[in-house]
């Protein structure tokens, strides 16, 4: 039970306290780019998450295999950058083979979805908290979620912020800055409750 009990708690903190965007600032151009239409939003946040979470499986296992020491800083991040650019690949080439119709609707989501800084910090973050496997893979899915939150925030007010009854000097990405800003100590206050208990 207290196992159970610790996934969840990681997953929430990986959606809250984690929140890429709203905490840590990383894939705000993605969140740009994705908010724009929300007929995008399903897709992406499939692809996220689904990126994220073999992601950090795979996160594991090089963490145990290279292990920290004092010259870690040098070779980590290229392995990191090696394991999402295999995860992409390998998740290119089995949609095609075996699936050419999800290829296709799928393909731009993926491009995007696995190549943004939030996936590449994620791997960071979650090396940096976890210790089992089921933690690893928990805590890349909420950090997929709270990606795929943190998108369907902006975008249901993303016509609003570029909306001709906002000031023209804020109009658009001055305007959706104070917002995820906003959001940011929202979020920041929640997590900062949720951990507490």
């Given at each position: 039970m207290e196992v159970?009990?610790?996934?969840?708690?990681?997953a929430f903190t990986a959606?809250?306290?984690?929140?890429?965007?709203?905490?840590?600032?990383l894939g705000t151009s993605t969140l740009v780019i994705v908010s724009r239409n929300r007929k995008n939003l399903a897709g992406f946040g499939m692809s996220v998450t689904y990126i994220t979470a073999m992601v950090s499986v795979l996160t594991y296992f090089a963490d145990k295999l290279f292990g920290i020491s004092e010259t870690s800083y040098?070779?980590?991040p290229l392995v990191?950058?090696?394991?999402?650019?295999?995860?992409?690949?390998?998740?290119?080439?089995?949609l095609w083979r075996f699936a050419p119709k999800l290829f296709t609707?799928?393909?731009?989501?993926?491009?995007?979805?696995?190549?943004?800084?939030?996936?590449?910090g994620s791997m960071f973050l979650?090396?940096?908290?976890?210790?089992?496997?089921?933690?690893?893979?928990?805590?890349?899915?909420?950090?997929g979620l709270g990606f795929v939150l943190a998108?369907?925030?902006?975008?249901?007010?993303?016509?609003r912020l570029y909306?001709?009854?906002?000031?023209?000097?804020f109009r658009g990405y001055p305007l959706l800055l104070v917002y995820i800003g906003i959001l940011g100590m929202a979020f920041w206050g929640l997590s900062s409750h949720t951990l507490n208990y």
């Open positions: 159970i009990r610790n996934i969840i708690i990681t959606v809250f306290a984690e929140n890429t965007i709203f905490s840590r600032a040098i070779y980590i990191y950058i090696v394991i999402l650019g295999s995860v992409y690949i390998i998740t290119l080439l089995c609707k799928m393909r731009k989501y993926i491009h995007i979805s696995a190549f943004n800084c939030a996936v590449l979650i090396s940096k908290n976890c210790e089992t496997l089921a933690e690893y893979f928990f805590h890349g899915i909420g950090i998108v369907y925030l902006t975008a249901i007010v993303y016509d909306s001709e009854k906002a000031p023209y000097a």
